[in-house]
DNA sequence: TCTGGGGTCCTAGGACCC
DNA sequence: TCTGGGGTCCTAGGACCC
């Protein structure tokens, strides 16, 4: 039952370079919407010491000073790269979970357990060559160990090129090498449960293990006590095959500048509840309620806060875009409040459920609903062949002053006919 | 202008009902 | 009048991940 967990290094900062080669080699960042934070680093980078998710404006001295070059967001780029590596990943095993933007999992049980080392190195070197992103492979028997192999591969703490099997480690060199791995790295061990285990003593990944899981357990959580069950070889986390659907679905998103008026905010969650009405339809969900939120800015002392979200139920399971945002409106117009500079907003899409178990009330009328949803059909078709917001509602406005900051955004080489990359 | 991301899931605890 | 157990549902907040 191995599996394999391939994750792309540095991916946002490799997506840059596969463009634009000169960066190679140089201290590259890439920065979070409105080019707040730092999200993705060069080794480079990563050896000056700067931390994942640090504020931009707060190392500009540290960034001149070492000439960093910096990135923001471009997620049409990333996403269409991602596609490409998954696409790619997918061909070298009957069952993949992609993870996340730029992970995912293999399932690679029946194949040869002396040649996964191999066949590691076949698909780093495929991707690099197909894509020109660099991906490192993790080989283990539980997610949470082949999560914790791929950190080595990366590291190069097991010394072989980029992949690490732990199946072909024995017992003593794999005690000795947990035992040099601090407990934070573990994946589902953030900041908070590491300072409570480090103050029972409990440091390395190897000291993790060996502790029981029901005194985890009773001391944590249930989801810790897995963790520790993983770390022992036994899987407790299951490979999700594709399409497994979300719980929940967000969209929101910071201001590029504040926002006083209401207006404005409705055409920022028109925005948004149109771009989660997207996903819950790729995801053939519907919704039961949403929930609406609004805030100042966090970190200002000298000004007024206010926030305050709202849970608006939908009369029926819905995942129509108008019945969305008409809801998303008027939970707004509940809880918004003149008078203050907002910084942020967000709609929440809750009690999601597959489309086909929805129960057809008394009051639906079949032609009606036909027309609409042949109408959102359309849109979806439209807005994925011209460019995601092509087509939008007019509640989302044009003008978009609340849109997020992005001043060193590279072209969209790979999704926009206009911005292919010229040669020559 | 004036800088601080975005998304998902889990758990504990309260309300309510039988 | 007071005391029970046990289940479900909901919400707020915590924690994690990338």
């Known amino acids: ?3 394999a967990l391939v994750d792309c290094n540095n991916f946002y900062v490799s997506c840059e370079r596969v463009f634009n080669p000169k960066l190679e080699a140089k201290p590259v960042v890439v920065l979070s919407n409105n080019d707040g934070c730092v999200v993705s680093r060069s080794n480079e980078v990563k050896a000056l010491g700067l931390k994942m998710a640090e504020p931009w404006f707060k190392l500009e001295k540290l960034s ?3 000439g960093i070059i910096a990135y923001s967001s471009n997620y049409a780029l990333y996403g269409d790269l991602s596609a490409r590596v998954m696409s790619i990943l997918s061909t070298f095993s009957p069952r993949q979970e992609i993870y996340s933007i730029d992970e995912c999992f293999l399932d690679l049980s029946g194949f040869d357990p002396q040649s996964l080392m191999a066949y590691g190195q076949t698909i780093r070197q495929t991707v690099k060559r197909n ?3 660099p991906v490192c492979v993790g080989i283990a028997d539980t997610k949470t160990l082949a999560k914790l192999a791929n950190h080595c591969a990366k590291k190069e703490l097991s010394g072989n090129d980029g992949v690490c099997d732990f199946g072909q480690m024995d017992k003593v060199e794999g005690r000795a090498l947990f035992a040099g791995i601090p407990v934070k790295e573990v994946w589902g061990v953030g900041p908070n449960i590491s300072r409570k285990l480090l103050n029972m003593g409990i440091k390395t990944v190897e000291d993790l293990r060996t502790t029981s899981a029901d005194k985890i357990r009773s001391q944590f959580s249930v989801v810790l006590s897995r963790t520790v069950n993983e770390l022992n070889g036994t899987p407790c986390i299951e490979l999700e095959d594709a399409g497994t659907p979300r719980q929940q679905i967000m969209v929101s998103r910071s201001f590029g500048a504040a926002v006083t008026e209401l207006e404005e905010l409705i055409e920022s969650i028109a925005y948004y509840t149109t771009g989660a009405a997207e996903k819950l339809r790729h995801d053939g969900s519907v919704a039961t309620s949403l929930c609406v939120y609004i805030r100042t800015n966090q ?3 000298a000004e007024a806060k206010y926030q305050q979200s709202i ?3 939908l009369s029926q399971p819905t995942d129509d875009t108008m ?16 008078g203050f500079r907002y910084k942020k907003s967000g709609v929440l899409l809750m009690g999601l459920q597959a489309r086909k178990t929805i129960q057809p009330t008394l009051f639906d009328d079949p032609a009606k609903q036909a027309r609409s949803a042949s109408m959102i059909r359309t849109m979806d078709a ?10 939008t509602l007019a509640a989302s406005g044009t003008q978009c002053r609340w849109a997020m900051r992005r001043e060193s955004k590279s072209p969209n080489y790979t999704t926009d006919w206009k911005e292919l990359l010229a040669v020559g």
């Open 299 to 301: 970190f200002t002392e």
């Open 1 to 3: 039952m191995p599996l």
């Open 311 to 313: 849970v608006v139920p």
């Open 323 to 338: 019945k969305l945002v008409s809801a998303a409106c008027h939970g707004l117009k509940t809880i918004y409040r003149r």
């Open 64 to 66: 001149k000073q070492h």
């Open 131 to 133: 894509v020109g992103i």
């Open 382 to 391: 439209i807005n994925k062949k011209m460019g995601s917001g092509s087509l």
